[in-house]
């Protein structure tokens, strides 16, 4: 009998062969004689075989939108180096598939040595990919297919070595066989120590690779696998790498702020008592921060002023970091003019008047008195300017009760334009938690009230329950929605 010619069968077909034989561990070769055998045995001609065990009509056309959602989802190939790092990759094939991105795994000879093929296929349910002569799939050049029958090509960790042989067309190993075959977007994530990273041989190569139009994640600042080693070279974090590689496969989002200007606050701030205790509050500043990234998806040039916050600075955001109110308020002034002004910011409403310049004891005279004196108002004192004032300025008003009531008089007061406000009871954990409920207050011109006197009509508008992430997606599309009624 003939040997099975699988180059001439049509490409859809193809790809699910291989899809479903990388899922069985079996080469494209073995999964069709598999298949033909199950085919065989379910015809009613065939002996020992009954009728029922053939599918209907209706039953294969129920099977078929199955190769066809397979052949067409979002697919990666992941090459895995070999350094400490490799462990995060197993982190991040759970969250490529988190996004319905099917993954499959290549690793080097070095990468073995931390992680096994065995973990890498039960995280991706894919069979993994070790060896450049490997028979069960180079019968029909598998480097080619594993750089071809993808969307993109991730490397993580990017070695030094691994990314020596892509500047220089290195072709010894399955891993960079498939990198000099590829004709789909790369994504490196290095990963190395500091003084290789800053060797300038990795600079040249590095150079090369981004000329070369290869994209590339971090690396990060951080602490290294050695003792008492630190600086840059971690590899970044698994979500950043997925999150990247979301922005490449995906169509372009639309950038309905391109060319604004806006500036944010967020997070806390912390007046002084003394050298050692401070004034705070419980503002975790991941709903500004959300607000930022947002803002800068959508285009914008975005500025971020932070108080004392716990958290990683938003891709491509320009972030400032602060401590009290009056250095917020100044920082905010130089960093005008901008188009839009999103003032998060939980600032502290108050500080000591005369802060300690050693740290306050007790007496038996009792409790040191601590007079407090209100600190500047950074919502008001912007939405008032002559000059500089931001054409659309937005306050936050964070109560614990009669919300709607208390926000309507801090949109007259403050003078902004935009209010969101939401209930911080403890209760509703808003406050250092990841979901949030807002209402968004907004001046819809001048009515007149009672006496003939002319008020403001104040639009409200509540939200339903959404993550932090959702509520910040959300505003920044009703912002750019006003910015393209109002020009």
Same mark, same amino acid.
């Given at each position: ?155 993580? /960790? ?93 169509? /372009? ?136 004032? /931001? ?97």
């Amino acid at each position: 009998m003939a040997s099975l010619t699988i180059r001439k069968l049509d490409d859809a077909v193809k790809a699910y062969l291989r899809l479903r034989s990388a899922g069985n561990g079996r080469s494209v070769e073995e999964e069709v004689r598999v298949i033909l055998g199950e085919l065989i045995q379910g015809r009613p001609d065939f002996p020992g075989s009954p009728s029922a065990s053939m599918a209907s009509p209706a039953e294969a056309s129920a099977r078929a939108p199955a190769i066809a959602d397979a052949a067409n989802q979002a697919s990666v190939t992941l090459i895995i180096g070999g350094g400490i790092a490799a462990f995060k990759s197993l982190e991040l094939i759970r969250r490529l598939k988190e996004r319905r991105i099917e993954v499959r795994c290549v690793l080097t000879k070095a990468a073995q040595q931390f992680v096994t093929p065995l973990s890498a296929s039960a995280l991706s349910h894919e069979r993994v990919y070790t060896d450049l002569f490997d028979p069960g799939s180079e019968f029909d050049a598998g480097h080619i297919r594993l750089a071809r029958e993808c969307d993109l090509i991730v490397v993580a /960790p990017a070695t030094a070595d691994l990314m020596a042989k892509m500047a220089h067309g290195h072709a010894d190993d399955l891993a960079s066989a498939i990198l000099l075959a590829a004709d789909k977007p790369i994504l490196l994530a290095p990963a190395m120590n500091p003084l290789m990273w800053n060797n300038a041989a990795t600079r040249r190569n590095v150079l090369q690779l981004r000329r070369d139009g290869v994209t590339m994640i971090g690396p990060n600042a951080g602490e290294m696998a050695e003792t008492n080693e630190a600086g840059v070279g971690r590899m970044s974090e698994a979500v950043e790498i997925a999150a990247a590689a979301v922005d490449i496969l995906r169509p /372009p989002r639309p950038r309905p702020l391109l060319g604004k200007r806006v500036l944010i606050t967020a997070g806390p701030t912390h007046e002084p008592i003394d050298p050692v205790r401070y004034i705070a509050n419980r503002s975790s500043g991941k709903q500004g921060f959300a607000i930022a990234a947002a803002a800068q998806a959508a285009g914008a040039d975005v500025t971020l002023v932070s108080g004392p916050v716990d958290l990683r600075d938003p891709a491509g955001v320009t972030v400032i970091r602060v401590e009290s109110a009056r250095d917020m308020l100044h920082r905010v002034e130089a960093a005008l003019p901008a188009d839009i002004a999103i003032f998060a910011a939980a600032v502290a409403d108050w500080r000591v008047a005369n802060e300690g310049e050693q740290k306050l004891k007790k007496t038996s005279a009792g409790m040191p008195p601590l007079q407090l004196v209100e600190n500047p108002d950074i919502l008001a004192t912007i939405s008032k300017m002559k000059d500089k004032r /931001p054409p659309l300025v937005i306050g936050f008003a964070a109560e614990t009760e009669h919300l709607i009531e208390n926000a309507k008089a801090k949109i007259a007061r403050k003078g902004c334009d935009w209010i969101v406000a939401n209930d911080v009871s403890p209760a509703t954990g808003v406050m250092g938690g990841d979901r949030n409920t807002v209402h968004l207050l907004q001046r819809a011109g001048k009515e007149i009230g009672a006496g003939n006197i002319a008020v403001d009509n104040i639009e409200v508008d509540s939200w339903p329950v959404m993550t932090k992430e959702q509520v910040a997606t959300e505003l920044v599309a009703r912002i750019a929605k006003s910015l393209e009624k109002n020009s």
